[in-house]
T-cell receptor, first 113, second 115 residues
Framework: DVKVTQSSRYLVKRTGEKVFLECVQD?????MFWYRQDPGLGLRLIYF???????EKGDIPEGYSVSREKKERFSLILESASTNQTSMYLC????????????FGEGSRLTVL | SQQGEEDPQALSIQEGENATMNCSYK?????LQWYRQNSGRGLVHLIL?????REKHSGRLRVTLDTSKKSSSLLITASRAADTASYFC???????????????FGQGTILTVHP
C-alpha cells in the first residue's frame, strides 16, 4: 500500500522557535509537496520538490524553507515560527510521469503560541 | 489566488439522498480532480477527469466537466453517513509541459449525511 508518513500529528511550539516537519514516502515518488490548510482558504502550496536536492517555491513560501536530501524524505522548516503559521500542514507525493493524483500524509497540526 | 471555488460551502442531507457539489475555476486546465478529507485527516483522491472528458463515473460518484463554463460537479448518489467529510476540487493547470503535480485546491464543501 502507498504510504506517506508525517512524523508528528500534533505539535505545539513557541514564537521564534525553529520547527521541522518531516515527511517520508515509500513509493519512490520523484515529486513531493508541502501544503498548508486553513479554514476557508483550502490548501495552499508552500514548496514542492521534483527531485533530490531540487525545490521550487509554491504560492506562499514566505517564512518557510525545505530540504530534500534523499528521495523519500521532504522536510519543511520554519526558521522562526510565528503565530500566523499555526495551521494544518499536509505533505503529498506523486510519480513524475503520473496523471496527477497526489498521495497525502495524515497531516501535522502545528500550534504556535 | 484560489483557482477553485466550491459551492456550496456546506451541505446537509439525509442518508439515501444524492449530494451535488460544484467547483468553478478561472484558467485553462489539464485535468480536474476531486479529493475527500475526513475530519482532521489527510486527503484521499477520489476521481480525475481530463480536460477532453465531459463525464466520468466511479461507483456512486459521477463527475462532470464543462470547460466552456470552467466548472465541474461531483455527484454522490445514495449517500451514506460514512460519506460525511469535506470534499475538495483541485485543478492541474499545466498544459503541454511537465506538471510536477502542482494542484490548486478549492476551499472545499463540508458534507454532512444524517443517518
Amino acid at each position: 500500500d502507498v504510504k506517506v508518513t508525517q512524523s508528528s500529528r500534533y505539535l505545539v511550539k513557541r514564537t521564534g522557535e525553529k520547527v521541522f516537519l518531516e515527511c517520508v514516502q515509500d513509493m519512490d515518488h520523484e515529486n513531493m509537496f508541502w501544503y498548508r490548510q486553513d479554514p476557508g482558504l483550502g490548501l495552499r502550496l508552500i514548496y514542492f520538490s521534483y527531485d533530490v536536492k531540487m525545490k521550487e517555491k509554491g504560492d506562499i513560501p514566505e517564512g518557510y524553507s525545505v530540504s530534500r536530501e534523499k528521495k523519500e524524505r521532504f522536510s519543511l522548516i520554519l526558521e522562526s515560527a510565528s503565530t500566523n503559521q499555526t495551521s494544518m500542514y499536509l505533505c503529498a507525493s506523486r510519480y513524475r510521469g503520473s496523471t496527477g493524483e497526489l498521495f497525502f500524509g495524515e497531516g501535522s497540526r502545528l500550534t504556535v503560541l | 489566488s484560489q483557482q477553485g471555488e466550491e459551492d456550496p460551502q456546506a451541505l446537509s442531507i439525509q442518508e439515501g439522498e444524492n449530494a451535488t457539489m460544484n467547483c468553478s475555476y478561472k484558467t485553462s486546465i489539464n485535468n480536474l480532480q476531486w479529493y475527500r478529507q475526513n475530519s482532521g485527516r489527510g486527503l484521499v483522491h477520489l476521481i480525475l477527469i481530463r480536460s477532453n472528458e465531459r463525464e466520468k463515473h466511479s461507483g456512486r460518484l459521477r463527475v462532470t466537466l464543462d470547460t466552456s463554463k470552467k466548472s465541474s460537479s461531483l455527484l454522490i448518489t445514495a449517500s451514506r453517513a460514512a460519506d460525511t467529510a469535506s470534499y475538495f476540487c483541485a485543478t492541474d493547470r499545466s498544459i503541454g509541459g511537465t506538471s510536477y503535480g502542482k494542484l490548486t485546491f478549492g476551499q472545499g464543501t463540508i458534507l454532512t449525511v444524517h443517518p
